[in-house]
Nanobody, 120 residues
């Protein structure tokens, strides 16, 4: 089993910055893609950004130019640097890891979420 633990959320004013971290730990697994998703009040969970083991990134249009995703493969840790935050960025942010277990089966894990609140 794999656990993902997010940290770094909090309350900031519009225009501020936050850096989220997510560390994956547990038994044998090989993570290919890690990413961040968010769920705003009254809305469905949505993609924020993903990054492959090789460093290929993908961003939602709403965060392009403001958010940067990165990862440390040795630590199985993914980061999300958020700048120029807007009130519409307010959401619970969830970390995701996708890959394969040692037995060869597909693995997909989610963190517990961390709250990001951006005030006007």
């Amino acid at each position: 089993q794999v656990q993902l633990v997010e940290s770094g959320g909090g309350l900031v004013q519009a225009g501020g910055s936050l850096r989220l971290s997510c560390a994956a730990s547990g038994s044998s697994f090989s993570i290919n893609v890690m990413g961040w998703y968010r769920r705003a009040p009254g809305k469905q969970r949505a993609l924020v950004a993903t990054i492959t083991r090789g460093g290929t990134t993908n961003y939602a249009d709403s965060v392009k130019g403001r958010f940067t995703i990165s990862r440390d493969n040795a630590k199985n840790t993914v980061y999300l640097q958020m700048i120029s935050l807007k009130p519409e960025d307010t959401a619970v942010y969830y970390c995701n890891a996708d890959g394969y277990t040692g037995s060869g089966s597909r693995a997909d894990y989610w963190g517990q979420g961390t709250q990001v609140t951006v005030s006007s």
